[in-house]
């Protein structure tokens, strides 16, 4: 890991994160906010919630590369050593090594697709299995195999984007768009909302990735040049391809943009790299909670993404996808307790930083405010018949900020008295 961290360039980081970006589920978003807003207003909601995200990134970033550790260990001062191990590591192995396993499903289903185009029949569970095992093997290699898995499909998945765009918008579809009218009625908050939930637990762990960076410059070019023009592309392109090709599926749409076997390629690679963000946090999260030396880290990854892709390869995992769908609405508000202290209330001086032995009560409570706050909505979207309110992930980051920095305001002043 040492020499990944001497080595890294902000180029190399900005690409990590615009591939984490350039991926399915941004297309997605945008074929979700088309449906209910304009082009232009979806647009607009795309640059406003990636502009936050991008905000949120440098600001989580920074206190890695300043101390040199993932996010979980950083968060060791406003959990405590045994907070952060026994609360949000956990919560992260779970959130990131499930969605890993589910991920696993998802390129097994492309690669049966892929084959079964050159007339190999292979069963989904067979094939989830071998893209699980070689994303499980190349995830034990870190961070040196996700830049370069990074470097091969971000170019790809950028081109037939583009190209799928310059079809769209020089052809029969230009006239489609230009009169495009949205079925649905969105608001510009909820739009925020889902752009903002589409990467927010990656910008809470982008000290994962930035912690092998030099300096803070670095995280500041790599997270403005690599978040934002990817995040408006992608999401732009899906929006734009939805309408032209005139279906929601927006896989289907993507494999028709130029052969069934190119884009089978570029959805397993898109998905692979994907996938391996997930491992690899999940790992360092997996490390914290039983304190694993660094010497065994690949077979504590190693170990742990196999099991994840079994469970999932038999079907286990999806049984408990609304539990990890409630765990990552919880670990956003996290970024909001990290922040207060670090930045509002150490100015961010790496020198004020330090670890607490045993729980900080004060990071714990206010981090669990923020997030039942905002993992309510998705816990009533599991019940259709109860009432329902909009997901917004800001409000729980905002809501731990507040709590953590009055909290200690106010303990500090009350201190003061207490030794007057």
């Known amino acids: 890991m040492k020499a990944v961290k001497e080595h890294q360039s ?23 906010l088309i449906a209910g807003m304009g082009l232009s207003k979806a647009l607009l909601v795309t640059l406003v919630g990636y502009s936050i995200i991008v905000l949120l990134m440098i600001l989580q970033g920074i206190q890695s590369t300043d101390l040199g550790r993932p996010t979980v260990q950083v968060a060791g001062q406003v959990f405590g050593k045994k907070g952060s ?10 959130a990131c090594l499930g969605w890993f396993g589910i991920q696993a499903n998802v390129c097994g289903a492309a690669l049966a697709n892929l084959l079964a185009v050159g007339g190999m029949s292979v069963p989904v569970p067979l094939a989830s299995l071998i893209c699980g095992l070689v994303m499980v093997v190349s995830a034990i290699y870190g ?12 170019p790809l998945l950028v081109g037939i984007s583009i190209f799928g765009l310059i079809e769209a918008l020089t052809g029969d579809s230009l006239q489609i768009i230009q009169n495009y009218k949205p079925e649905g009625a969105m608001t510009f908050t909820d739009g925020l909302a889902i752009t903002l939930g589409s990467f927010a637990l990656g910008a809470v762990i982008a000290g994962d990735y930035s912690q092998f960076s030099r300096k803070r ?3 500041l070019k790599a997270a403005l040049f690599g978040i934002v023009p990817a995040g408006l592309l992608m999401i732009g392109a899906g929006a734009v391809l939805t309408i032209a090709y005139q279906t929601s599926d927006i896989t289907a749409t993507f494999l028709s943009i130029t052969t069934p076997f190119v884009g089978g390629v570029v959805l ?14 999940g790992g360092f999260a997996l ?16 170990i742990a993404g196999t099991i994840g892709t079994v469970l999932a390869v038999v079907g286990i995992l999806n049984y408990f996808t609304p539990i990890m769908s409630i765990l990552s609405a919880m670990i956003p508000p996290v970024a909001g ?5 670090y930045w509002a209330l150490g100015k961010g001086d790496k020198s004020r930083w330090h670890e607490v032995e045993g729980v900080n009560t004060l990071g714990v409570v206010s981090w669990l405010l923020g997030a039942v ?21 800001l409000i729980g980051i905002v809501i731990s900020f507040v709590v953590y920095y009055a909290g200690y305001r106010l303990s500090a002043q009350k201190t003061v008295i207490l030794e007057e």
Request: proline share 6%; aromatic share 8%; no cysteine.
């Open 10 to 32: 902000w180029f190399s980081l900005g690409i990590i994160w615009a591939g984490a970006v350039i991926s399915i589920p941004s297309l997605l978003v945008g074929n979700t």
């Open 85 to 94: 191990r026994a609360i949000l590591s956990i919560i992260l192995a779970i």
């Open 143 to 154: 961070v040196k195999v996700l830049r370069v898995i990074s470097y091969i499909a971000v």
């Open 217 to 219: 410059s670095d995280v």
């Open 268 to 281: 397993i690679l898109a998905t692979w790299k994907t996938n391996l963000v997930n491992a690899i946090s």
């Open 287 to 302: 490390i914290n909670v039983f304190n694993v030396s660094k010497e065994k880290e690949k077979w504590a990854v190693g």
């Open 337 to 341: 307790v990290m922040i207060a202290s």
């Open 373 to 393: 706050i905002a993992s309510t909505p998705v816990v009533l979207s599991l019940f259709p018949s109860l009432p329902q309110v909009p997901n917004q992930p």
